[in-house]
């Protein structure tokens, strides 16, 4: 199965589980991740939703251009790109803290599903980037969105979409997208991260997530999403994306 779900003592886990792909997102990645938010967005029992990948190497290196290369035209494009923007609205706000557990590259739309996530917890042998404009689009799921709204610091944020580079942890935590920095293994990294945090009282953490989800819904954060991905999708259908996914794809 190309994805995993857990609870257990209060924490939901989503893990992508494709590591030959490098956890890649495809259709059956989707419905496992609708799955998921339809289980733990009414749960009033878990306390944190995580979202992680298989193995050490990956946490997701976007959408699998394999599959999704088929999509010629911005029409062929767009219902995919704003499922799963609508998917990554709703991760973004369920009712308890979303911990990204970045333990390997998140690239591409794998720093969109991490952006969606209220905290990103990063390995030290992560690497990260918003690499979608050395593909001749933007971001399609919401994830320039996810960073304007959330990040604040214009120049910063517009930096790192534009350049479209890869950068080590330590970058990643001074541009101000990795939360915090973990040199062990996932499973000890999150337990750290969440180690005071599970001392407070589950209500005390929706309480403030509900502020935070508010304040958002009042800037048309979904609204916005979906014209991001409508915009990456008049992208898609360019002459200059078809050529660089090609040539990526040959490198591969």
Request: charged share 25%.
């Amino acid at each position: 199965m190309a994805y995993k779900i857990k609870i257990n003592d209060g924490v939901a886990t989503f893990t992508i589980n494709r590591p030959e792909m490098r956890n890649a997102i495809n259709f059956e990645v989707m419905d496992g991740l609708e799955k998921f938010l339809g289980i733990v967005e009414n749960d009033e029992k878990i306390a944190f939703a995580v979202i992680t990948g298989s193995g050490d190497r990956a946490f997701c290196s976007g959408g699998d251009l394999s599959e999704f290369h088929g999509f010629r035209t911005a029409i062929e494009a767009y219902p995919m790109l704003s499922r799963m923007a609508s998917l990554l609205f709703r991760l973004s706000t369920l009712p308890m803290p979303v911990i990204a557990l970045v333990n390997g590259a998140a690239v591409g739309g794998g720093c969109e599903i991490a952006s969606a996530c209220d905290y990103r917890v990063v390995s030290s042998k992560a690497r990260a980037g918003f690499i979608q404009g050395t593909l001749a689009i933007t971001s399609g799921w919401g994830g320039a969105t996810q960073l304007f709204t959330k990040m604040k610091n214009h120049d910063a944020v517009l930096k790192f979409l534009t350049e479209a580079k890869i950068h080590n942890a330590e970058e990643l935590k001074s541009i101000g997208w990795a939360t915090s920095i973990y040199d062990d293994t996932a499973e000890i990294g999150l337990h750290e991260f969440i180690s005071t945090m599970k001392d407070i009282h589950p209500d005390v953490h929706r309480a403030y997530k509900k502020i935070s989800i508010q304040n958002w819904k009042n800037t048309e954060i979904e609204n916005r999403m979906l014209e991001e991905a409508e915009q990456c999708a008049k992208l898609w259908e360019s002459e200059a994306h078809h050529k660089a996914v090609e040539s990526f794809l040959r490198k591969k």
